[in-house]
Structure formats: C-alpha cells, structure tokens
C-alpha cells in the first residue's frame, strides 16, 4: 500500500515540527525498500538540495516521492 497525499502533509508537519532538534533523520517503512527510500529522497531533496545517491543506490518508489514533493510545496 502506497501513501495518499494527507499521509505526505502529515510527514512534513512531523518533520518540520522536529527539525531543528534533530541531526538525523531514519527513514523506515515495513518492507524497507522503495517507500522509505523515497521519503528519504524527498526529504533530501527539499532539505539539502540533493537526492542523486538515493537514486542511484536504492529502489525509489516514485508516487511516494513526488507526493512528497508535492507536498512541500503546497
């Protein structure tokens, strides 16, 4: 099962919420493979201008990282 776009919204609000009294963010979805690699990308694209590695080294599931994308910018 995929994530809806509330479920992208409710990311970022988590994430921003807790942002500035973190150092690192673990990304883990029940599989471990796309959908965490794709939340871990997003959030690396918007915070860090930068998602390549994600890319080239995991399985990114596309739905769940555009949503995230999208969500941001909404």
Do not use: H, M
Request: hydrophobic share 45%; proline share 0%; with cysteine.
């Amino acid at each position: 099962i995929s994530i809806t776009s509330e479920q992208a919204q409710q990311i970022w609000s988590f994430v921003e919420k807790n942002l500035s009294n973190v150092k690192l963010i673990v990304c883990q979805c029940e599989q471990g493979v796309s959908r965490s690699a794709a939340i871990a990308a997003a959030l690396s694209r918007i915070l860090q201008n930068e998602d390549e590695y994600f890319f080239k080294y995991y399985w990114v599931n596309r739905w769940v990282y555009d949503l995230l994308i999208q969500a941001k910018q909404e």
